[in-house]
Nanobody, 121 residues
Framework: QVQLVESGGGLVRAGGSLRLSCAAS????????MGWYRQAPGMQRELVAD???????KYSDSVKGRFTISRDNTKATVYLQMDSLKPEDTAIYFC???????????????WGQGTQVTVSS
């Protein structure tokens, strides 16, 4: 079982920045991918960005050039630097981690409880 602890959400004005952090309780050796999703009111949860253990990154088109995902494997922690924030970025942001069982090769997804990001116009 992996627990994910998120921090860094809050209220910011449009054009401002926030940095989200998510620490996993498991060893980073067993975590293949970490990332961030978000869900706005009345909307489906969507991928914001993710990063593999080797550093390969993927971003949604809506955040490319504004958000940067990074990962510290020594701390099993993923970060999301959010710059040039827009009101449409307002959502609950969820951290996710994919863990592999090295004996069975089974993959399991874990989710954090979410952190609110609100961008005012």
């Amino acid at each position: 079982q992996v627990q994910l602890v998120e921090s860094g959400g809050g209220l910011v004005r449009a054009g401002g920045s926030l940095r989200l952090s998510c620490a996993a309780s498991a060893s980073s050796l067993s975590i293949t991918k970490m990332g961030w999703y978000r869900q706005a009111p009345g909307m489906q949860r969507e991928l914001v960005a993710d990063i593999t253990k080797d550093g390969a990154k993927k971003y949604s088109d809506s955040v490319k050039g504004r958000f940067t995902i990074s990962r510290d494997n020594t701390k099993a922690t993923v970060y999301l630097q959010m710059d040039s924030l827009k009101p449409e970025d307002t959502a609950i942001y969820f951290c996710t981690a994919k863990q592999i069982n090295t004996l069975t090769l089974k993959l399991t997804d874990y989710w954090g409880q979410g952190t609110q990001v609100t961008v005012s116009s």
